[in-house]
T-cell receptor
């Protein structure tokens, strides 16, 4: 069964440093999402792509976060500079023709 | 997008049927009801989706009354591996391009 891949699975960084996460969606899925999940809460959408275009980034803190999906396939989410409050699980999901979203295993970020 | 309300936590024992109810008083005509399951340190996983009446798949059943202001996820004969957080979401989920808005979910603990 095809899966969404994410790397790294875990990342520890110091505040003010730059950090990047990578996501490879299920082949053929045009829609890609990045979510942030703080411990004890549900995931919160950060950005949504349709192919290479951003559809929704209203919840993305654009002063420090950026996301790209240059060729409409894999995607990178970057934080620069990282802050203590950015510690969370970052989840990538993709969607195909159906109504279901498929989530990857996530990247757990710890900012010290 | 309609807001949902569900119990914070539930306990059950192996072999029992578990029913998790979700309230969504402001559900719109076009909205579908979708449930996701999330295990610790994993991304959410789609369980079931419905619009009205009853939907059943190999994992669960979803009961939706005529007024659609609530829904009940039914898990038959739960096992320890069903211990997870369950999220109820409401939106135009017929299309994967719609963002998912997660609440805090219901934490189900299954005991032996």
């Amino acid at each position: 069964e095809a899966e969404v891949a994410q790397s790294p699975r875990y990342k520890i960084t110091e505040k003010s440093q730059a950090v990047a996460f990578w996501c490879d969606p299920i082949s053929g899925h045009a829609t890609l999402y990045w979510y942030r999940q703080i411990l004890g809460q549900g995931p919160e959408l950060l950005v949504q792509f349709q192919d290479e275009s951003v559809v929704d980034d209203s919840q993305l803190p654009k002063d420090r976060f950026s996301a790209e999906r240059l060729k409409g396939v894999d995607s990178t989410l970057k934080i620069q500079p990282a802050e203590l409050g950015d510690s969370a699980m970052y989840l990538c999901a993709s969607g195909g023709d159906g109504s279901e979203q498929y989530f990857g295993p996530g990247t757990r970020l710890t900012v010290t | 997008l309609a807001k949902t309300t569900q119990p914070i936590s539930m306990d059950s024992y192996e072999g029992q049927e578990v029913n998790i109810t979700c309230s969504h008083n402001n559900i719109a005509t076009n909205d579908y009801i979708t449930w996701y399951q999330q295990f610790p340190s994993q991304g959410p996983r789609f369980i079931i989706q419905g619009y009205k009446t009853k939907v059943t798949n190999e994992v669960a059943s979803l009961f939706i009354p005529a007024d659609r202001k609530s829904s009940t996820l039914s898990l038959p004969r739960v096992s320890l591996s069903d211990t997870a957080v369950y999220y109820c979401l409401v939106g135009d989920g017929a299309y994967n391009t719609d963002k998912l808005i997660f609440g805090t979910g219901t934490r189900l603990q299954v005991f032996p």
